[in-house]
């Protein structure tokens, strides 16, 4: 009977410490690895933001729900990380969230804004693109409020800060734009405005110091949206970033019309991919006269290439009702391992 009793006894502590170790506090520090954006499904309100961990390898999903009891929002559009602080910025919510890098807790929120898209930083000041009203707001970050808009193109998407300049790609939105307005930082003003190819999209700064903006290129409807009438090319445009004119185009093709750009650590080869009728990652090096080459196959909704290493983080959404897919890539397009995020993968933000 005593034989049996211990028996007992030893099993039940054997579940209780199991237990507890499966219930411990779960690991919270986001100090290295990437953060992956969740957009989320339009008007559900699902947005989320996940953490690769680089030391174990590891994905911890939902984590601005996990820290504040509540989701981000409706549409995570894109994440800047000033300081010990991220912004996210949560375009249908008409809001940016910012919390603390560390472990993800809210500091504050900014709202009322309009269709935020994304924000490069200089200074006390962000530059936010906004579709609504088709402008730049310029964001005090110490009080957190709007100071000034500034009208530039229709639906400005990808902005890029380059010495006093900001060249924001004017995607025309709800409509058609082929233009980037270059906006001193000086006078808070646009001085220049470069006809560069159907719907710009986002930049890049390459080994020369050389701006480039990737057009997607239009797509021309019926009226019924039934049918294709006619289609511009996506193309790669070099500017200067000195005298604000166009050094070089690429033509990329007349019926893939890419949506994501990155560059490698060394800034010799450009990467752009994803979008509409694209299906795969090209690289192009930034001294090449004709289009890339294929890289990595697959449907995606969005890359990031890592800083450090190169390594093309490819972001899948097989629908947007259910979880997605980061599918990690060497440089050279080689597949190294595929992890479980949210809904809507678009972008990866690495911690540096």
């Not at 929002?73 to 991220?86: C, E, K, P, R």
């Not at 804004?113 to 924000?119: E, G, Q, T, V, Y």
């Amino acid at each position: 009977m005593k034989k049996i009793n211990l028996l007992l006894i030893l099993a039940f502590v054997a579940v209780f410490f199991s237990c507890k170790k499966d219930h411990e506090t779960p690991n919270t520090s986001y100090s290295d690895g990437a953060f992956i954006l969740n957009e989320g499904a339009m008007f559900a309100g699902n947005a989320s933001v996940s953490f690769l961990r680089f030391s174990g390898d590891s994905v911890s999903n939902q984590i601005f729900q996990n820290a504040n009891g509540r989701p981000v929002g409706d549409v995570l559009q894109s994440m800047n990380l000033i300081g010990d602080q991220a912004y996210l910025i949560v375009n249908n919510s008409n809001k940016i969230e910012i919390v603390k890098t560390s472990d993800f807790s809210q500091q504050g929120v900014i709202e009322n804004l309009k269709l935020p898209r994304f924000m490069a930083v200089k200074g006390n000041y962000g530059y936010l693109t906004q579709w609504d009203d088709s402008s730049v707001g310029i964001l005090n970050l110490s009080t957190r409020s709007l100071e000034k808009s500034v009208k530039v193109g229709s639906g400005p998407e990808g902005i890029l800060i380059h010495g006093n300049y900001a060249f924001v790609a004017n995607s025309g939105g709800f409509d058609h734009d082929s233009t980037v307005s270059v906006i001193d930082l000086t006078t808070q003003s646009v001085v220049k405005t470069i006809e560069v190819g159907g719907m710009p999209k986002k930049f890049v700064v390459d080994k020369n110091n050389m701006v480039w903006v990737l057009c997607s290129g239009d797509v021309f409807y019926t009226p019924d949206w039934s049918a294709v009438l006619r289609e511009t090319p996506s193309k790669l445009v070099q500017l200067s970033p000195g005298n604000l004119t166009i050094l070089k185009e690429i033509t990329l093709s007349s019926n893939e019309h890419f949506s994501s750009l990155d560059i490698s650590p060394d800034k010799q080869t450009i990467y752009y991919g994803c979008g509409y009728s694209v299906s795969g990652i090209y690289a192009l090096s930034v001294d090449a006269a004709s289009a890339g080459t294929l890289k990595v196959s697959g449907m995606f909704n969005g890359f990031s290439v890592c800083p450090k290493n190169g390594e093309i983080y490819a972001l899948e959404a097989p629908s947007y009702t259910a979880a997605g897919n980061l599918k990690r890539y060497s440089a050279d397009g080689q597949h190294l391992k595929t992890y479980k995020v949210g809904i809507g993968p678009n972008a990866a933000v690495f911690v540096e």
